[in-house]
């Protein structure tokens, strides 16, 4: 990079850097001013939302009656069964586990091989200062000890709305959901999936974790301060190639 083109980065930050300052200034003893409403549609970056969805139903109206078939009705249940449909995931973790194993291991061995008669005599002609009846001495020992430990406590308390992304044939649900809060520079990511029973869903549409089967939960976060918090990539490259 020559000095013209660093010399004209460093003008526009220069541009960039005055223009926030005065936009500082001219809000001095004012409050934050919120932003106008707008279609959302029309923001930079949007995508629309491609979701699964139930088999469309074809409205059929019954002789002397006011309802059709697709209408939701005081009487239905309103709990989630078909695809695309929602329900409240009430996550609930509370684990601890202790666990603390110790090893000790060793071994010794000796062996010893001699030879005499005629060969003796001539291994002592060979090598005089050693003795043919020992001629083959070897004596080996391995000593191993390991300790562990762990100490693992983890307590979640949240809820996530989660949709039905398929419908097995045995007619369980298989869900997923997936939740992002943002503040500041942090994002807070919360992911389940699963497969629950349509039995074990409740009547306001909530199922406890504990319910779900291959349940899946991820909760973490990036941003700021999580990249802080990890090692640098240098250290992680060393960490994967000499782990010891």
Known sequence: MNAFKIATIVALTSLLGACSTMDRLSQVGQAPPLTAI???TTTAGYQPVSMPMPQAIEDTYLP????RTSAKGFFKDQRA???GDILTVLVTIDDQAQISNQTARGRTSTNTAGVGGVL???FNGIAP?????AAVDTTSGMNDKGTGS???KENIETSVAAVVT???PNGNLVIEGRQEVRVNFEVRDLIVSGIVRPEDIRADNTIPSTK???ARVAYGGRGQITDVQQPRYGQQVLDAILPF
């Open 81 to 83: 069964h078909r695809v």
């Open 38 to 40: 707008q279609d959302p």
């Open 150 to 152: 762990v100490n693992r």
């Open 129 to 133: 200062d050693v003795d043919a009846k």
């Open 166 to 168: 398929q419908v097995l």
């Open 64 to 67: 002397n009656s006011l309802y």
């Open 212 to 214: 779900i089967a291959e």
């Open 120 to 122: 003796g005599s001539i």
